[in-house]
């Protein structure tokens, strides 16, 4: 239960911060399951079981991706990183330092 690994007493956490935990909760066990089921697919020699592991894997990213998605319409913090780095081509690494320097001037 997601519950259990809250931070602070629940009655003292906003709605929007617990059901902001809730979703990044289950997104990390959306996404701890597409790896178990990767894992037993590529351990597994049965190619008809193989296939049911890759399907349920990629039911798992699904549900993965509509967690990302909730955090984006959700989060303000979440969208303006998906704007920039989400579907974007180029170094990653080059991003991040370009985004840093346009925001330099405006933490002063």
């Known amino acids: 239960m997601a519950s259990e690994h809250l931070h602070a007493p629940r009655e003292r956490l906003s709605p ?3 059901a902001l935990h809730q979703a990044l909760a289950s997104l990390m066990e959306e996404l701890e399951a597409v790896d178990w089921y990767g894992q037993r697919a590529d ?3 049965d190619p008809a079981l193989k296939e049911i592991l890759l399907h349920n ?3 798992e990213i699904e549900h993965a ?3 990302l998605e909730w955090l984006r ?3 303000e913090d979440f969208a303006r990183q998906f704007r920039t780095y989400l579907f974007s081509s180029g170094d990653v690494l080059k991003t991040e330092e370009e985004e840093e320097e ?3 001037g405006s933490e002063d």
């Open 57 to 59: 894997m990629r039911e």
């Open 16 to 18: 929007r911060t617990l």
């Open 65 to 67: 991706s509509m967690l």
């Open 73 to 75: 319409r959700t989060s």
């Open 102 to 104: 346009k925001h330099k």
């Open 43 to 45: 351990d597994c020699d």
